[in-house]
């Protein structure tokens, strides 16, 4: 794949190898040949198989659990394909870590998105490719283009294609406050009524239910999130819903972070299905006969292809 003078190589570190080489697939070329390991100490290593002088690079790596060896897995393959000058290097982030820490909400507090957005940047990195950032504004943290996919439209197609009778009686549920112009988007999409649960939290990872503003008696209930993380908020709001009459209740989100005990709250809650994108990997142990698994890799691989082409991304959606 070759448009004007610089190759394409696609390379992944450890964290969402399968994503990567399904994108692989999808833009028809191969894998580069890349090893990510350790040494004894536990540093990481990174040895490029095949040179990269003057080729548009993009690494493919997600910032999940351990976040931390995913980070430095990411910053020094940046920096090894820039010392073997790389003509231009896209980090593709699809899920990125440390969002949530995006503004000082006490005194002392550390602002790691930002912190974050600066190592990419500082490691070599000439854009960014994400999708469904915590907070939006963390694109301005960068001072390098970055280009802000969306999980929605993957998530609404799937929904749109539930019987005319779900979708007549579908409510959109969005689990906060600060989700809701997530979820009324998401509403307008189905063309369905907007709900929203009203609760406080105490303190982190943590979430109580108050009220539920909007009608969910006798529907079909679907709550919509960015990502699910221990699953508290999802389990509750799910259960507050059920106890106020739904029909039924779903919960879709882009990035299941799966963390702490929410496998275990996941599957004795009263969700009948829980649908997420594959921006991070999940092992055989984090799955559930009612989880259901979609793709981003085509949204991901015409992204890269675009910007391979030097093609504006917002025509995607």
Known sequence: MNVHGKDIKLFA???????????ARRLGISMGNCEVSKFSDGEIQVNIGETVRGSDVFVVQSTSTPVNTN?????????????ASAGRITAVIPYYGYARQDRKSRARDPITARLV????????????LTMDLHASQIQGFFDIPVDHLQGAPILTRYFEKRPAEYRANLTVVSPDLG???????????????LAIVDKRRPRANVSEVMNIIGEVEGRDVLIVDDMIDTAGTLCNAAEAIRARGA???????THAVLSGPAVERLAASELDEV???????????????????????????????RIYSDKPISALF
């Open 13 to 23: 570190g450890n964290s969402n190898r399968a994503l990567a080489e399904a994108m």
């Open 71 to 83: 980070l430095m897995e990411l910053l020094i393959m940046i920096d090894a394909f820039k010392r």
């Open 117 to 128: 957005a600066d190592l990419i940047t500082a490691a070599g990195a000439d854009r960014v």
């Open 179 to 193: 989700s809701v112009a997530r979820a009324r988007r998401f509403a307008e999409k189905l063309e369905a009524p």
């Open 247 to 253: 029909r039924s209740v779903a919960a879709c989100a």
């Open 275 to 305: 649908v997420f994108l594959d921006t991070i990997a999940q092992p055989p142990r984090k799955r559930l006969e009612k989880f259901h698994r979609l793709t981003a890799a085509d949204v991901f691989a015409e992204a890269v292809a």
